[in-house]
C-alpha cells in the first residue's frame, strides 16, 4: 500500500515524480492521467468498454491526507467501466490494467473531481492520487439468463441506437471455438435478421449499440443456433459461439409516438404475417419479437370509430394469443398464462385463451386450475374434443397427486407410530 511518506506535497513535484516512474495513459498525452506500475497483473486480456469491473482503491490528496478507502470498508467497489459511471481518470486507467495490477495514478483536477471538488473532502481545483487494484473484471451481461455477453472494443458514437425495425449496415465475423465461419458486410433488418441466418443474440444486441461500435458477442447455444446447430457453417448442436461485430452505419424504423394511427395499423398487418411466418418456420423467439411489436404500438390506442377500434381489439388479441402459442413452444409457462390474462381481460369467453392458459397451467402442474379453464372452455364450446380430453387428464392427475399425498402422509404417520413405540418401549424397560 501507498503510504502518507511516499507523496509529495505539491501538485509539481508530484508531477515531476510520477512522470519520472510511470506513464500518461490518456490518448492526448496532457500528462492528465500518469500511471506507477506497483504490482504487474496476469498477463492477458484487459477490461473493454462495458465490462464490469471489481476494484479495491484508496484516495488521497497529494498532501498525503487520505480521503476514501474501499479497504477499510471491506468492500470491493464494482462498476462498468468506460460509461461514465466513476471518475474519468479511473475510466481510462482501468481500461489499461490486467486483472491483478495494483498501479498509483496522479489525476489532475479536470480528470478527477474538477474545479468544484468535492465538498469537505476535495479542495477546488486539486490533483489527487488513488492506489487501485483490479481484481476482476468481466463482460456486461445483455440477457437476465446470462445468454448474451457483450464485451466493446471500440466505443460507438452518438447517443442513438437501432430499434427494431431499424435496418442496419454490420461487419460481422463468427467463430466456433478457433474456428472463423461466417465473414462478411450484411444489412438486415432488426427484429428479422433470421433471414440473413444471423442468430438471435446479433439481433437482440443491436438495441445496445451505436454507430461506429465494434464489440464481441458471447452467445448461448438459446442466442445461437440452438439444439440445431447450423449445417450450412458446420456447427452442431449446443454450441456456445462468438461474433464480432461492427456497426457501420443504421437507419432507425419510426417509434410509436412518431406514427399515426394508420401507419401503425398498415405496419401490424405486415409484422403480424412475418410473425407467422416465423412460427411456421418454428422460429419462436423471433415471431415473439414480431407480435410484441405490435401490441406496444396499439395498447393505448383508441380508434375513431367502431370499425377502427374493433380492428384495434383484434390485433392486440391475436398477438396476445399467438404470443401465448409462442411460449408454449418455448416451455416459458408463466409468459404463456400472462399473455392469456390479458386476453381473457377483454374477452373472459375467448376460448383459445381459455385453452391455451389450461395448457400452461397443466404444463405448470396446476391441474386444478387447468381444470377448471377446461371446463370453461366446455362452457363455451361443449364440442371441443381437445378440452374434453384435457379434463380427462387433469383428473387423473389430481387423482395421481392425492394418492401420492395419501401415501406420503401415511409413511409419515407409520414412522411416527414406530418412534413413538420405541420410546414407549424403553420407558418401559427403565421403569
Not at 9 to 18: G, K, P
Not at 22 to 38: A, F
Not at 121 to 147: A, M, N, Q, R
Not at 330 to 357: G, H
Request: proline share 3%; with cysteine.
Amino acid at each position: 500500500m501507498t503510504t502518507d511518506q511516499d507523496l509529495p506535497m505539491d501538485h509539481q513535484s508530484a508531477t515531476a515524480l510520477f512522470a519520472a516512474k510511470g506513464i500518461d495513459v490518456t490518448t492526448n498525452k496532457d500528462q492528465g492521467v500518469i500511471k506507477v506500475i506497483k504490482r504487474a497483473g496476469v498477463d492477458g486480456d484487459r477490461p473493454m468498454i462495458g465490462d464490469k469491473v471489481m476494484v479495491h482503491y484508496t484516495g488521497k490528496l497529494v498532501t498525503g491526507k487520505k480521503f476514501d478507502c474501499s479497504r477499510e470498508r471491506k468492500e470491493p467497489f464494482c462498476f462498468h467501466v468506460g460509461k461514465g459511471q466513476v471518475l474519468r481518470a479511473w475510466d481510462i486507467a482501468v481500461l489499461s490494467m490486467q486483472r491483478g495490477e495494483v498501479c498509483t495514478l496522479l489525476c489532475k483536477p479536470e480528470y478527477a473531481y474538477g474545479a468544484a471538488g468535492n465538498p469537505d473532502k476535495i479542495p477546488p481545483s486539486s490533483s489527487v492520487v488513488f492506489e487501485l487494484e483490479l481484481i476482476k473484471f468481466e463482460g456486461e451481461v445483455l440477457t437476465g439468463d446470462g445468454g448474451i455477453v457483450r464485451r466493446i472494443k471500440v466505443k460507438g458514437e452518438g447517443y442513438t441506437n437501432p430499434n427494431d425495425g431499424s435496418i442496419v449496415n454490420v461487419h460481422l465475423e463468427g467463430r466456433c471455438g478457433d474456428r472463423l465461419f461466417d465473414c462478411r458486410d450484411v444489412s438486415f433488418i432488426v427484429g428479422q435478421a433470421e433471414d440473413k441466418s444471423i442468430p438471435l443474440g446479433v439481433d437482440r444486441a443491436m438495441d445496445k449499440m451505436q454507430k461506429g461500435e465494434c464489440c464481441l458477442l458471447y452467445l448461448k447455444p438459446k442466442y445461437g443456433f440452438g439444439s440445431e446447430g447450423k449445417p450450412e457453417y458446420k456447427i452442431g448442436p449446443d454450441k456456445d459461439i462468438v461474433y464480432e461485430i461492427t456497426l457501420k452505419d443504421f437507419q432507425r424504423a419510426k417509434d410509436s409516438w412518431e406514427m399515426d394511427l394508420k401507419e401503425k395499423l398498415d405496419l401490424s398487418a405486415e409484422v403480424k404475417s412475418k410473425g407467422n411466418q416465423y412460427f411456421k418456420a418454428g422460429r419462436y423467439y423471433q415471431a415473439v419479437i414480431q407480435y410484441q411489436r405490435i401490441i406496444s404500438w396499439l395498447e393505448i390506442e383508441y380508434g375513431t370509430g367502431d370499425m377502427q377500434q374493433k380492428k384495434i381489439q383484434d390485433y392486440i388479441l391475436t398477438s396476445h394469443l399467438n404470443l401465448a402459442l409462442c411460449f408454449l413452444r418455448l416451455k416459458e409457462f408463466t409468459q404463456a398464462v400472462d399473455n392469456c390474462n390479458k386476453v381473457i381481460e377483454l374477452d373472459e369467453n375467448n376460448e383459445k385463451a381459455l385453452y391455451r392458459r389450461g395448457e400452461a397451467r397443466l404444463r405448470r402442474n396446476e391441474f386444478s386450475l387447468a381444470l377448471a379453464d377446461f371446463q370453461q372452455v366446455l362452457q363455451v364450446n361443449s364440442a371441443n374434443r381437445a378440452a374434453r380430453a384435457q379434463i380427462s387428464i387433469c383428473q387423473s392427475k389430481i387423482k395421481e397427486h392425492h394418492e401420492k399425498d395419501k401415501k406420503t402422509y401415511a409413511n409419515m404417520f407409520q414412522k411416527f407410530a414406530e418412534r413413538d413405540a420405541k420410546v414407549y418401549n424403553f420407558t418401559f424397560f427403565i421403569f
